[in-house]
């Protein structure tokens, strides 16, 4: 294996490491959106 092989290998891998740490880590920490209660929300509509 050649010099530029190994570079473009070690390159390639960090890369996708390194966003899929980046992307896990936004996933994870992004606080959960509130469910809306949908009976309160249109106790007033006709049904």
């Given at each position: 294996?050649t010099?530029?092989a190994?570079?473009?290998?070690?390159l390639?891998q960090?890369?996708?490491?390194?966003?899929?740490i980046?992307?896990?880590?936004?996933?994870?920490?992004?606080p959960a959106k509130?469910e809306?209660?949908?009976?309160s929300?249109?106790?007033?509509?006709?049904?």
């Open positions: 294996m010099t530029s190994l570079i473009m290998i070690i390639t960090g890369t996708v490491i390194g966003a899929t980046y992307f896990f880590r936004k996933v994870l920490n992004t509130p809306p209660d949908s009976y929300e249109n106790d007033n509509d006709p049904r």
